[in-house]
DNA sequence: GGTAGTAGCCTAGCTCTCCTAGGCAAGCGA
DNA sequence: TCGCTTGCCTAGGAGAGCTAGGCTACTACC
C-alpha cells in the first residue's frame, strides 16, 4: 500500500481552496480525507480535531493577506497607500470568500498574537504616519479603518448591498475618498 | 399523551435564546426538542429544515434591532440621531450575539426583501436627511455608515481590538465623531 | 544487513446531527 | 358520535466527528 503523503501543509492548502469553493462550514475533515483518498480517521494523525483544520486557514490567510498587502504598499504613501491597502484587502476577500470567512473566526489569544495579525496592525499604523495621528487618535482611527473594510467587504459579500441598484465599486471608491477626508482633518475634542 | 404545545413563534423564540447562548452555529434542532421535551423528529412538523430555523432566528433579529432603533430614533435628528441609531445598533449586537451572527447570513431575495431590513433601510436614510446628501452621494454614504457599524461591532466581537488597550467605547465614539464630521462635510468629487 | 522503533495509514465502532417514512392518539367540526 | 386533521411518536438511514487499537512501510542504528 502506496503512502498518500499527506502533511499539515498540504492539508490546510486543500482545505483553503475547499473553503473557497463551497464554504468554510463546509469544509470537513471527511471531505478532505476523501480527496486525498485516505480514511478520514488517517487525517486525526495530522490534526488534533476539525476545529484546528479551520484555524489553519485562518492562519494561511492572514499571512496571504499580510503578503499583498505589504506588496500593495511599497512605494506609496498618503491616500496612495490607504486606497492600495483597501483595495488589497478588498480584493483578497473577494477572491478567497471562504479564507476571508475563516479569518473571522476567534482565535484564541496566543495564537492570534503569533499569527500575521500582527504584521496586519503594524501596516495598517504605517499607513496612518502619513496622516499625522497622535495616540489615542491613531488607535482610534486604525479601529474606524479596520472597521470601514471589514464591514464593507462583508456586507458586500452577504450581499447587503443588493436592494440599491448603485454599483458597488463606486460607493467603494467613494467611502475611500471619505475615509481619506476624515483622516486628513480628525475631529479634535 | 399531554402535548407539548410546539409552535413555530416559541420554537423561534427559544432558538434564538439558544443562539445568544451557545452561538448560531450550535443552534440545532436536536438541543431545541431536547428543551421542549419533544423528539427532534417531531419538530420537522413545524419546520422544513434546520436552516429555516437559523433563517427564522435572523428575521425576528432584524424585526426586534428594527424596533429598537426605531425608538432610538424618535425625536432625534443630525448628530444626535446618528449617535442614537449607531448605539441602539451596537448595544443590541452586544446583548444578543448570537441573533446578531444570525442576521448575517445570506438570505435569499424574497425573503430579505418582506423583512425588518427594509425599514432598517429606511431609517438610515432618515438619519442622513440632516445632512442633505443628494444620491448617489446618499447611497454611498449609507453603506460608508452600514459598514462601520458592521465592521465595528463585528471585530469587537471577535476580539480584533483586543491587542490594543485602548477601552472600545472611546474608540467607538470618537469613530462616530468622525463619521459625523465626514457625513457633514461629505468630499465632492 | 538485520532489527527495533516510529510514522502513516487502516478497520471497527461509538455518538451526534439531520431528515424521512409511517403509525397512533388527541381533539376538533359536522 | 364519527371521522379527519393535527401533533406527537418510533424506527432507521446517511453523514460527520472522533477514539482505540492494529498492521505495514520506512528509517536509523548497531
Redesign the pocket.
Known amino acids: ?7 499539515v501543509e498540504r492539508l490546510t492548502l486543500a482545505a483553503a481552496e475547499l473553503a473557497d469553493q463551497v464554504g468554510v462550514e463546509n469544509v ?4 478532505l480525507a476523501r480527496q486525498f ?6 487525517l ?3 490534526l488534533k ?3 484546528e483544520l479551520r484555524v489553519r486557514i485562518a492562519l494561511l490567510a492572514l499571512a496571504e493577506l499580510a503578503d499583498r498587502v505589504a506588496a500593495a504598499l511599497a512605494g506609496r504613501a498618503g491616500k496612495d497607500a490607504l486606497v492600495a491597502f483597501a483595495n488589497a484587502y478588498r480584493d483578497y476577500a473577494r477572491e478567497h470568500p471562504g479564507r476571508y470567512a475563516a479569518m473571522q473566526i476567534d482565535l484564541d489569544p496566543e495564537t492570534a498574537a503569533a499569527s500575521a495579525g500582527v504584521r496586519h496592525a503594524e501596516m495598517t499604523r504605517a499607513i496612518l504616519r502619513g496622516y499625522r495621528l497622535s495616540e489615542p487618535d491613531q488607535t482610534d482611527a486604525v479601529r474606524m479603518m479596520h472597521s470601514t473594510f471589514h464591514g464593507f467587504v462583508s456586507l458586500e459579500k452577504t450581499g447587503g448591498f443588493r436592494h440599491t441598484p448603485r454599483p458597488t465599486d463606486d460607493s467603494w471608491s467613494r467611502t475611500l475618498d471619505a475615509l481619506d477626508a476624515v483622516l486628513t482633518n480628525w475631529p479634535s475634542r
Do not use: E, I, P, Q
Not at 37 to 42: E, L, P, W, Y
Open positions: 500500500m502506496a503512502r498518500a503523503g499527506v502533511t470537513t475533515v471527511a471531505a483518498g485516505v480514511k478520514d480517521a488517517s486525526y494523525f495530522h480535531n476539525a476545529h
